[in-house]
């Protein structure tokens, strides 16, 4: 069983399994593998097994430092306006919290070049693993269902994110027909992401998977996130839509109800953050990270020069705001000091003497065994992964899609789960109307999915956008962002395309409209 998939991890497979096929037979004999290529490296299951692990290894690129005191992950959270910045050296980053960035900036160039390099690694398995003889099925099968489930991760950003764009189903080489590809419309790439979602779901994968791969809770979960998605804008599909997102989210939920040791809520936040926790009960799927491998992407939420770790102080270069902070009930755990997702005090250097903070960081990444806790100084190793798909999520996911067709008891009973665990009473079913409902939900993947990636997604398929003050929701045009009281315009719905791309390749055409 696959554990952490890291550069070692791959490199050491890669070689045992070069150094097994010479002593297998005469030196003579063999062919130069000096140079690999496709043609002569995708030949027995091992090869199989170490091509996945290079689209697995490639998921961490997403996280890469996007020059001095950022990272590419901080692209959606600076421009969903529940982040702000307490270090302004990264001009690209600034120019993300302003909204005025275009087809230039480092954060965007570097996040296309790396979903498409997952989809390249996902097209090589996809193309070359079915033909490789002897191979037990079963494992075939299953390398497979990884790869077109990872390839339809990264479309279902790249879709969401820039709209029309390129989409490469094969292997490419300088001879490719479609080496300069043309943008392909945001309806059929959807069809080739339920498609890829559709064939790993019948892969044979297990529900859960504590080594961190793929498995089926993740397909279904995914599955039922993209059929919301194409519910709402752009696509606006509707009702048929909503209805298949929340059987695909219900089909989790029922699994979750008779295996709740496998799939279930964390009776805490604490275990959110919790590296022996990693890929159990709630977190369905999440990108791996080893300390050995590089320093972990999420120390950006880290206080700016403030020592609240075994390293002392950090860049403080995204943090949350005080109008979103704010705007939690009273009384929610999640935002109670040092136990939710928020933190007002610590340990000097993550292990001394309480200190005050003079306001809110986040709180949900802070790895305490890597960082240090009262009284016991931290390793200094934060192995902590990238959570993407949590269980809480599903629950929300499914409260949202239902009540498009009908508020129903399980519907209530999902978004209530999600409350029952931040202490805070729930109206009764019958106070709610579909519209009140409705917006409760979306009120609550705001709070309880804040930092993950996610409320910039929400607020581009809903074209709403939360706001602090109001407690309600303005539409996404005009809405102004409290981090840096700039409003969003129409054109913010998607990002530029790399100014770079369009330069190398004519066939893209004009950049989306605004840039």
Not at 19 to 26: D, E, F, I, R, V
Not at 111 to 123: G, R
Not at 227 to 237: E, N, R, S, V, W
Not at 319 to 348: C, H, I, L, W
Request: aromatic residues 12%.
């Amino acid at each position: 069983m696959m554990q952490r998939i890291t550069t070692y991890t791959r490199l050491f497979v890669l070689v045992s399994l070069l150094l097994t096929a010479l002593g297998c037979k005469k030196f003579l004999e063999e062919k130069d593998l000096s140079n690999l290529t496709p043609d002569n490296f995708y030949t027995i299951p091992e090869h199989a097994e170490a091509g996945i692990a290079a689209v697995y290894a490639q998921l961490r690129s997403l996280y890469d430092a996007t020059g001095i005191f950022s990272n590419n992950w901080q692209m959606l959270e600076a421009v969903s306006g529940t982040t702000t910045t307490e270090s302004a050296e990264n001009t690209n980053l600034n120019n993300l919290y302003s909204l005025v960035y275009d087809g230039y900036n480092l954060h965007v160039i570097q996040t296309w070049d790396s979903y498409y390099k997952i989809i390249a690694q996902a097209n090589l398995v996809l193309d070359r693993v079915p033909g490789i003889n002897p191979m037990d099925e079963g494992q075939k099968k299953k390398i497979l269902g990884e790869a077109h489930f990872l390839r339809a991760w990264a479309y279902f950003a790249v879709v969401r994110l820039w709209g029309d764009a390129p989409l490469i189903l094969n292997p490419q080489t300088a001879s490719s027909e479609d080496f300069m590809p043309v943008r392909t419309s945001q309806e059929d790439i959807y069809t080739a992401i339920v498609a890829d979602l559709l064939q790993a779901e019948v892969s044979g994968l297990p529900w859960t998977d504590v080594s961190g791969r793929v498995n089926m809770a993740a397909v279904k979960a995914q599955l039922a996130r993209v059929y919301l998605t194409m519910a709402g804008y752009p696509l606006h599909k509707g009702t048929a839509y909503y209805q298949q997102a929340a059987d695909k989210a219900y089909e989790v939920i029922t699994y979750a109800e008779a295996n709740p040791t496998q799939i279930n809520l964390f009776p805490d936040y604490e275990s959110l953050r919790n590296v022996d926790e990693e890929n159990r009960l709630e977190l369905l799927f999440s990108i791996q990270f080893k300390d050995i491998t590089g320093g972990n992407p999420l120390n950006n939420y880290l206080p700016n020069g403030k020592p609240v770790t075994v390293f002392g102080g950090w860049t403080g270069t995204s943090v949350p705001t005080r109008s979103f902070y704010e705007s939690f009930e009273s009384g929610d755990k999640r935002v109670a000091n040092q136990v939710g997702f928020f933190y007002t005090s610590y340990f000097t250097n993550g292990s001394g003497e309480l200190f005050d903070l003079n306001g809110p960081y986040v709180f949900k990444y802070f790895n305490r065994a890597a960082f240090g806790t009262q009284g016991q100084p931290g390793t200094g190793r934060n192995d902590l992964n990238v959570m993407q798909l949590r269980y809480a999520e599903v629950l929300l996911l499914y409260a949202e899609a239902k009540n498009e067709s009908e508020l129903t008891q399980a519907a209530y009973n999902a978004y209530k789960k999600v409350r029952d665990r931040a202490a805070l009473s729930t109206p009764a079913i019958g106070s709610f109307t579909q519209e009140s409902f409705r917006e409760a939900v979306w009120r609550e993947r705001w709070h309880e999915l804040c930092f993950e990636g996610i409320s910039w997604y929400d607020m581009t398929r809903l074209r709403k956008v939360y706001n602090e003050s109001t407690d309600g929701f303005d539409d996404f045009v005009g809405h102004i962002n409290k981090s840096s009281n700039q409003a969003l315009q129409s054109k913010h719905l998607l990002f530029p395309i790399p100014s770079q791309e369009l330069l190398n390749n004519p066939n893209l055409g004009e950049n989306n409209p605004g840039y």
